[in-house]
């Protein structure tokens, strides 16, 4: 019973971590569709976000299925805890796919980049993709350092999510730039959700090695906003980005 429990739980892991895969490839996609943004490149993303959610949800409801039929060990239940989480993140990175998606579909492309605030968009998509990836090969292989060295990683996504939101700030710009910029700032807030996600994958790996759940940081917590040209001396900013409740 038990090693047939083990079998089942190894199957579900193996597919779970498969169909995450395709996730970091999803976001170098979507590096290119913020620079050059079509329609077709909307619904394509669209589709690979709902496939991904109804994906996760079916490997949640497996391991709940699991759960209910026999009761693991202590280092089975450790792995189960962890794939479900894991089946959780997939569902909300899907969510901020479609978020993403529903930005491109009402952006005009003829509209200019004032801003130049897509570069950056572009930037992050490919640094999150290399960041979840990271944490998924850590997952899979319990490599305890590359996990904990995925938060460090985080900081340079946070950096470029306010880079374009400042940017956006500063714009002084027609309303339809204004308007492109502001959609940006919404797409980058997306990327900065899919770059904690990677950190939690991370944290899971963590646990499966240690046995003890740590944070490696509070994402809920903003980070301390930095300081502009102009701004005097031990002055922050007033304004921040908008925070995930």
């Given at each position: 019973?038990?090693?047939?429990?083990?079998?089942?739980?190894?199957?579900?892991?193996?597919?779970?971590?498969?169909?995450?895969?395709?996730?970091?490839?999803?976001?170098?996609?979507?590096?290119?569709?913020?620079?050059?943004?079509?329609?077709?490149?909307?619904?394509?993303?669209?589709?690979?976000?709902?496939?991904l959610?109804?994906?996760?949800?079916?490997?949640?409801?497996?391991?709940?299925?699991?759960?209910?039929?026999?009761?693991?060990?202590?280092?089975?239940?450790?792995?189960?805890?962890?794939?479900?989480?894991?089946?959780?993140?997939?569902?909300?990175?899907?969510?901020?796919?479609?978020?993403?998606?529903?930005?491109?579909?009402?952006i005009?492309?003829?509209?200019?980049?004032?801003?130049?605030?897509?570069?950056?968009?572009?930037?992050?998509?490919?640094?999150?993709a290399?960041?979840?990836?990271?944490?998924?090969?850590?997952?899979?292989?319990?490599?305890l350092?590359?996990?904990?060295?995925?938060?460090?990683?985080d900081?340079?996504?946070?950096?470029?999510?306010?880079?374009?939101?400042?940017?956006?700030?500063?714009?002084?710009?027609?309303?339809?730039?204004?308007?492109?910029?502001?959609?940006?700032?919404?797409?980058?807030?997306?990327?900065?959700?899919?770059?904690?996600?990677?950190?939690?994958?991370?944290?899971?790996?963590?646990?499966?090695?240690?046995?003890?759940?740590?944070?490696?940081?509070?994402?809920?917590?903003?980070?301390?906003?930095?300081?502009?040209?102009?701004?005097?001396?031990?002055?922050?900013?007033?304004?921040?980005?908008?925070?995930?409740?």
């Amino acid at each position: 019973m038990a090693d047939a429990f083990a079998s089942q739980l190894n199957e579900v892991q193996e597919r779970l971590l498969q169909e995450l895969a395709t996730a970091p490839v999803t976001l170098s996609e979507i590096a290119g569709a913020v620079i050059s943004p079509s329609p077709e490149g909307a619904v394509a993303l669209t589709k690979k976000a709902r496939a991904l959610r109804t994906f996760s949800r079916t490997i949640d409801i497996d391991l709940l299925a699991l759960t209910a039929a026999g009761v693991p060990v202590s280092e089975e239940l450790r792995l189960l805890v962890a794939l479900i989480q894991l089946a959780q993140r997939g569902a909300l990175i899907a969510n901020q796919f479609e978020l993403i998606s529903e930005q491109l579909t009402d952006i005009d492309a003829s509209v200019s980049d004032r801003g130049q605030t897509a570069v950056r968009l572009a930037e992050m998509a490919r640094l999150a993709a290399i960041q979840l990836d990271h944490a998924l090969s850590a997952f899979a292989s319990l490599d305890l350092e590359s996990a904990r060295a995925i938060d460090s990683q985080d900081d340079a996504i946070d950096r470029l999510n306010r880079d374009v939101f400042e940017a956006t700030l500063e714009l002084d710009a027609g309303p339809d730039q204004r308007e492109l910029a502001l959609r940006h700032v919404l797409i980058a807030r997306s990327l900065e959700r899919i770059g904690d996600n990677a950190v939690d994958i991370a944290e899971q790996a963590a646990f499966l090695v240690t046995t003890e759940l740590q944070e490696f940081t509070d994402a809920s917590t903003p980070k301390p906003p930095r300081a502009r040209a102009g701004d005097p001396p031990g002055h922050a900013p007033g304004v921040t980005p908008p925070s995930t409740p």
